[in-house]
T-cell receptor, first 115, second 112 residues
Framework: DGGITQSPKYLFRKEGQNVTLSCEQN?????MYWYRQDPGQGLRLIYY???????QKGDIAEGYSVSREKKESFPLTVTSAQKNPTAFYLC??????????????FGSGTRLTVV | AQKVTQAQTEISVVEKEDVTLDCVYE???????LFWYKQPPSGELVFLIR??????QNEISGRYSWNFQKSTSSFNFTITASQVVDSAVYFC?????????FGAGTRLAVHP
């Protein structure tokens, strides 16, 4: 079945460490997105990519980095510069930016906790 | 600016009650799309409905119904005869340029 796989489901990070969240899709979608979810704040866009080897900052890109070397993969690195990284991270994809009739297809998320 | 407001942070109901989740949006676009998603405890967002700005007809799908009113920039979601399985966080979203813009979400708790 086609879909988006995010791993790991839970991730613990020590302060000062970089961590990378994985996102893989087999839907042949061109566009991919990373959102951050905090209680009471909805989903905020971190980065998005419209095509391989290209990506754009979203609303809260500071302290994060991404790469898009393959169509299927859009990993997110949470760097030590991110002051408050504890959150739930959702990856999504769509055939093109702005979404198709379903909006986006979402992964099941990674919950990152800084210890 | 484009914005989605879900003023209800949490709603608690008893099973079989009807419940309405409010969504108010702002956009200057004449053509736009609105969405509702459900986020169960597992975390994945599940698509419920898409509505385009040209179609103001209300839609019903089983126990779910949606009321779209352009005049008040609202796209409200009603669950009739709620069930415990409806407990989740519900998000309203507006398609902006190159992204979906989400509201803060409404957490619905349905108690037996």
């Amino acid at each position: 079945d086609g879909g988006i796989t995010q791993s790991p489901k839970y991730l613990f990070r020590k302060e000062g460490q970089n961590v990378t969240l994985s996102c893989e899709q087999n839907l042949n979608h061109d566009a991919m997105y990373w959102y951050r979810q905090d209680p009471g704040q909805g989903l905020r866009l971190i980065y998005y990519s419209q095509i391989v080897n290209d990506f754009q900052k979203g609303d809260i890109a500071e302290g994060y980095s991404v790469s898009r070397e393959k169509k299927e993969s859009f990993p997110l690195t949470v760097t030590s510069a991110q002051k408050n990284p504890t959150a739930f991270y959702l990856c999504a994809s769509s055939p093109w930016t702005g979404g198709d009739r379903y909006g986006y297809t979402f992964g099941s998320g990674t919950r990152l906790t800084v210890v | 600016a484009q914005k989605v407001t879900q003023a209800q942070t949490e709603i608690s109901v008893v099973e079989k009650e009807d419940v309405t989740l409010d969504c108010v949006y702002e956009t200057r676009d004449t053509t736009y799309y609105l969405f509702w998603y459900k986020q169960p405890p597992s975390g994945e967002l599940v698509f419920l409905i898409r509505r385009n700005s040209f179609d103001e007809q209300n839609e019903i799908s089983g126990r779910y119904s949606w009321n779209f009113q352009k005049s008040t920039s609202s796209f409200n979601f009603t669950i009739t005869a709620s069930q415990v399985v409806d407990s989740a966080v519900y998000f309203c979203a507006l398609r902006g340029y190159n992204k979906l813009i989400f509201g803060a979400g409404t957490r619905l708790a349905v108690h037996p």
